[in-house]
């Protein structure tokens, strides 16, 4: 079983940044990054990176936000700049893998609020 810690979550003005970070323990993860959900809103991808470097930014956050990975202690970052009002919502750290067996795996965090006001 995957375990994930976030942390940096917060309340921030408009037009500050902040960033978020998740560490995943085990083996087998592939993919990891971050979605969002706003009360009454489903859940949104707010970006992913692959094993390899690959990433993929929501259309709402691009070119404000920057997810890099550290392969070697399985951890994330997301840098988050510009921050919006809209940008509130629970943010939650997201990885999938496989497992040695070959079958595949999702794991989410707990999830870490996010506050964007003045």
């Known amino acids: 079983q995957v375990q994930l810690v976030e942390s940096g979550g917060g309340l921030v003005q408009p037009g500050g940044s902040l960033r978020l970070s998740c560490a995943a323990s085990?083996?087998?993860?592939?993919?990891m990054g971050w979605h969002r959900q706003a009360p009454g809103k489903e859940r949104e991808l707010v970006a992913t990176?692959?094993?390899?470097?690959?990433?993929n930014y929501g259309d709402s956050v691009k070119g404000r936000f920057t997810l890099s990975r550290d392969n070697a202690k399985n951890t994330v970052w997301l840098q988050m700049n510009s921050l919006k009002p809209e940008d509130t919502a629970v943010y939650y750290c997201y990885v999938a893998g496989y497992y040695v067996t070959l079958s595949p795996f999702t794991s989410w965090g707990q999830g870490t609020q996010v506050t964007v006001s003045s």
């Open positions: 990176i692959t094993r390899g470097g690959s990433t």
């Open positions: 085990g083996n087998g993860i592939n993919v």
